[in-house]
């Protein structure tokens, strides 16, 4: 890390970029931030008003536009630029979108001198991720996607909901593609430390593998929902970047859903995918590879080879 400075710079001010922004300046997880977007009279007047609610903050920020030479001494580069996932249109059709946004984004960072952290929010993140770690040339534990972090969020939301009791009580992931492909491996999911399956089981007049194949499926739809409400998500994903950041500056060592490469787990190498990891001051400390099922271990080679064909397509040159 660069000292006792905890300094993030954003790559694109947009509605997630600016939701990471307000959520990290509430939370006071960094000390300064930095602003970069290609409009640049945009990212000075997004610093400006943020600015202006330092008075009623936690705690003190530095918080300023700036340019791809101020990642030099960044612990933690932030990208959510790119273009917006429209009506109807799945991730993975942002793809080849959004990789040529990256060429222009990541080589410039790259050259400042910056050896902190990649963390990528920009959609099909995990893809994306995958293109950062391959311009970029950083070792695979600094290169992060934000994966399905907000849709493990979404999850244990909806369980605490049904089951009427905290989410902060539910230890259940949903892992692969952030995307269609995503899934919830039940067989690992706990209330407390008591399988969730087996608590439906026990109850069949209070809870039924239905409603947990309904939450699951609501989970897997929620972008498409919101988009199609009001255009766009992006309170969810700012306070779950906002997490993962807190974990890396505070070096938790807390496991969370990111988006990390696969050296062999669940039977994948190369593939960037949303997995239990364990995210501290170095980035990924280690990926947690679960026991699944045999239709659960299906579920996750389809969502890997998705992402893996996905992927072959690109000329990354």
């Known amino acids: 890390m660069a000292g006792e400075t905890k300094k993030v710079v954003l790559v694109g001010t947009g509605m997630v970029g600016m939701s990471f922004a307000y959520a990290a300046l509430n939370q006071g997880v960094c000390n300064e931030l930095v602003l970069v977007d290609i409009n640049k009279e945009r990212a000075v007047g997004e610093a400006m008003d943020l600015n202006h609610g330092l008075a009623f903050a936690r705690s003190n920020m530095k918080i300023y536009a700036g340019e791809y030479s101020d990642c030099k001494n960044a612990d933690i580069v932030?990208?959510?630029?790119?273009?917006?996932?429209?009506?109807?249109?799945?991730?993975?059709?942002?793809?080849?979108?959004?990789?040529?946004?990256?060429?222009?984004?990541?080589?410039?960072?790259?050259?400042?001198?910056?050896?902190?952290?990649?963390?990528?929010?920009?959609?099909?993140?995990?893809?994306?991720?995958?293109?950062?770690?391959?311009l970029s040339r950083f070792g695979a534990s600094r290169v992060i996607g934000?994966?399905?972090?907000?849709?493990?969020?979404?999850?244990?939301?909806?369980?605490?909901?049904?089951?009427?009791?905290?989410?902060?009580?539910i230890h259940a992931y949903v892992i692969g593609e952030h995307?269609?492909?995503?899934?919830?491996?039940?067989?690992?999911?706990?209330l407390g430390t008591k399988s969730i399956l087996s608590i439906v089981e026990e109850n069949p007049m209070l809870y039924s593998m239905e409603k947990l194949?309904?939450?699951?499926?609501?989970?897997?739809?929620?972008?498409?929902?919101?988009?199609?409400?009001?255009?766009?998500?992006?309170?969810?994903?700012?306070?779950?970047?906002?997490r993962i950041v807190k974990a890396i500056l505070d070096d938790e060592?807390?496991?969370?859903?990111?988006?990390?490469?696969?050296?062999?787990?669940?039977?994948?190498?190369?593939?960037?995918?949303?997995?239990?990891?364990?995210?501290?001051?170095?980035?990924?400390?280690q990926v947690v590879e679960l026991s699944l099922t045999d239709e659960e271990k299906a579920k996750f080679t389809r969502s890997a080879q998705i992402l893996q064909d996905s992927f072959s397509g690109l000329v990354m040159n």
Not at 83 to 103: C, H, I, P, S
Not at 216 to 231: D, G, L, M, N, P
Not at 254 to 269: H, N, P, Q, V, W
Request: proline share 3%; glycine share 8%.
């Open 78 to 134: 932030i990208i959510a630029a790119g273009v917006a996932q429209k009506d109807g249109e799945t991730r993975l059709d942002l793809l080849n979108r959004n990789t040529e946004v990256f060429r222009s984004v990541v080589t410039p960072i790259v050259k400042s001198g910056f050896d902190g952290i990649f963390l990528v929010a920009t959609n099909p993140v995990d893809i994306m991720t995958r293109v950062t770690y391959e």
């Open 253 to 285: 060592n807390s496991i969370l859903t990111c988006s990390a490469k696969l050296s062999g787990e669940y039977g994948f190498r190369d593939v960037f995918i949303g997995v239990p990891s364990i995210i501290g001051r170095n980035g990924i400390k």
């Open 146 to 169: 934000s994966g399905t972090t907000l849709d493990t969020a979404r999850l244990r939301y909806l369980l605490g909901d049904y089951m009427l009791v905290d989410p902060k009580s």
């Open 179 to 190: 995307g269609d492909s995503e899934f919830v491996p039940f067989s690992q999911a706990l």
């Open 213 to 242: 194949v309904s939450i699951e499926e609501q989970v897997r739809t929620a972008a498409y929902k919101i988009i199609a409400a009001k255009r766009a998500t992006y309170y969810g994903i700012g306070m779950a970047l906002t």
